[in-house]
């Protein structure tokens, strides 16, 4: 998916025929609509705790994703275009990660169940979240609504899960934020996502150095091209 300038924009992708498939006229009315639900559905879900390995995932440490970082390298990754990495070598990268994984541990908040696949696509929504018909929109977005036998799954695909730092899904979702509606958008994501998650008196939800090193995880290990995220294979 790629951001479009507002104005002439292409109206949202759907298959009207297809069962669970939002049509445009079902779509929530504007963008914040979107980018609220998304960081509603991410805080619900990291505040799912105590987290469950059995139910919510393995276990995924800072040295578990570079572990991963370092795979997808040797196996031939490199940065699409677009990426904000495209300009960097994938060496380079790893090299960043590797440099600051110590400050990154000392800074880890305690895991919670993450989805992996945070990202508009596999929000599964339910007919509560609907508004007004849509007139336009600013993005070209598919989305799905829950299916009747997971009525409260907020997410279609969660072969992705694991127990992990929260910002493994705030780094992914940012990154779908910023290729659907723009790096302005970020902020409100990132705010509407505070204002949901329970929190400890003065304790900073969201951490910029942590968002920073996980979003070059996410670059990496969650780069999903040749596969339209929240499509079964």
Known sequence: MSGTPAGDLPAPRAEPDAPGV????????????????????????????????????????????????????????????????????????????????????????????????????????????????????????????????RPSAPFRLEDRAAVADPHRDLAVAAADVVSTFGPGAVPAFLDAYSRTRRRDQGVEVVDPILLDWWSMIAAIVEDDRGHHVGEEA
């Not at 963008?31 to 639900?37: C, M, R, T």
């Not at 960081?39 to 800072?62: N, S, V």
């Open 22 to 149: 939002l049509t445009p006229d079902d779509l929530p009315p504007d963008p914040g609509a979107l980018v609220d639900l998304l960081a509603r559905a991410l805080a619900r879900r990291h505040d799912r705790l105590p987290p469950d390995p059995g139910r919510d995932g393995p276990e995924l440490d800072p040295s578990d994703a570079l572990d991963r970082a370092r795979h997808a390298v040797a196996s031939g990754w490199t940065p699409h275009a677009g990426s904000p990495f495209e300009r960097v070598e994938p060496a380079r990268l790893l090299d960043a990660l590797d440099a600051g994984i110590e400050r990154v541990r000392a800074r880890s908040n305690p895991p919670v169940p993450t989805i992996g696949r945070a990202r508009f696509s596999n929000l599964a929504l339910p007919r509560s979240d609907i508004a007004e018909p849509l007139v336009a929109t600013a993005a070209n977005i598919r989305l799905h609504r829950r299916s009747t036998d």
